[in-house]
């Protein structure tokens, strides 16, 4: 049924379960997790491997991931199946998906010497841009402003605020420094000013 073009392709792959369906489109974001069940009629005896491949042609696909054991993890980069014959289905995930991930995939039951699968389901990935959430506010939206601040003497750590430096100040901010003293000469000078009028 099948002919090997390599070690991990597999050619005229036999398709006796999808009944001619169409492939069922998957939608998953970027960097998201793929997980999937395959089912098929419970099996005992010796075990049939299970697989996971990327289709490359309408009868060729290339193996990504097969089991060779029942209830152990076969993984192999980002892809991993787990199978259980007895319940009659595998799991397939497929991790960190990327953009080039969209495709068409298979999975099923596979025979590693003549390379065939019998396809359980037909896949059609579309992997799309992860949302973004945009914050509600940002620091660039922030009106930029310069700030003096003073920091008492001895003080070692001078920290920034809005890219402005921090300057070392003993005396308290004003906005004028002789301001203080003029409005003490104002006060005293005013009863003197009172007596020369009387």
Not at 6 to 34: D, M, N, V, Y
Not at 156 to 179: E, Q, V
Request: aromatic share 6%.
């Amino acid at each position: 049924v099948a002919w090997p073009e390599g070690s991990h392709t597999c050619c005229c792959c036999l398709c006796c379960c999808s009944g001619g369906k169409l492939p069922e489109e998957l939608h998953q974001a970027l960097g998201q997790t793929l997980s999937l069940k395959c089912q098929y009629s419970p099996m005992t005896g010796p075990y049939q491997s299970k697989a996971w491949c990327h289709q490359t042609s309408p009868n060729r696909c290339t193996i990504l991931v097969h089991s060779s054991k029942a209830q152990t993890a076969a993984q192999k980069s980002r892809y991993t199946i787990w199978d259980e014959p007895k319940a009659g289905f595998f799991n397939v995930t497929m991790t960190q998906l990327m953009k080039n991930d969209s495709g068409s995939y298979w999975c099923g039951i596979y025979n590693s010497s003549s390379k065939t699968i019998v396809v359980l389901r037909e896949i059609s990935l579309v992997v799309t841009p992860a949302p973004t959430t945009s914050p509600m506010w940002t620091l660039t939206s922030l009106p930029t402003r310069t700030v003096l601040i003073t920091s008492p003497e001895g003080t070692s750590s001078h920290p920034s605020i809005n890219g402005s430096d921090t300057r070392k100040s003993s005396a308290p901010l004003y906005l004028d420094s002789a301001a203080p003293r003029l409005l003490v000469s104002v006060l005293c000078g005013l009863p003197v000013a009172i007596g020369l009028v009387l």
